[in-house]
């Protein structure tokens, strides 16, 4: 089974007290860009593991994102503020679409798109669990795969993300080495298909 790719990555700075909401709002303000390492985890229904794998992300408010999978297969995912590109290097294959039609309702709109999170998401302080203060933000929209996303912070930085889907399964995301602001080259969000590879949807 190819990996879930996973169109997120939250690291919210705050106040030492305040709540998973204010943390959220904080980030969209002052967090315009960020990068970081990421593990995932998918388990299903019953709680088996059925997915993991490993690698980075950035990403560059509003609208541009990128995501390299390492392991345990290489893929790219490229957010480029138009136009979203799926690249499996296994396959040479490169899958690209209209990026409104894709994060609207969905964890990329908390991490790239506009300020209005209030739009798109119902969001509630979910008190604390495992040292973790928890905030749940559920969809407004019925057409995403998403059926709410839990995003645990400890002290001033978001790291772990809890996302359920609508069979289910539970993807988990823990980051780290995270850096806030960073300058990123723009070039990082462009993609452009390599030589010989088969472009779906262009």
Known sequence: MRLVFLLFALVVAGTAHAGGIERLRAFISGARTAQADFTQTVTDRNGRVTQQASGTMAFARPGKFRWDYRKPYEQVIVGDGARLWLYDTDLNQVTVKPLGDVIAGTPAALLA????????????????????????ATPKTRDTTFSGIRMGFRGDALVRMELLDQFGQRTTLELSHFVRNPAIPASRFRFTPPKGADVIGE
């Open 113 to 136: 798109g506009d300020d209005a999170i209030d739009k798109y998401f119902s969001l509630k302080d979910a008190g604390e669990r495992d040292g973790l203060d928890w905030l749940d």
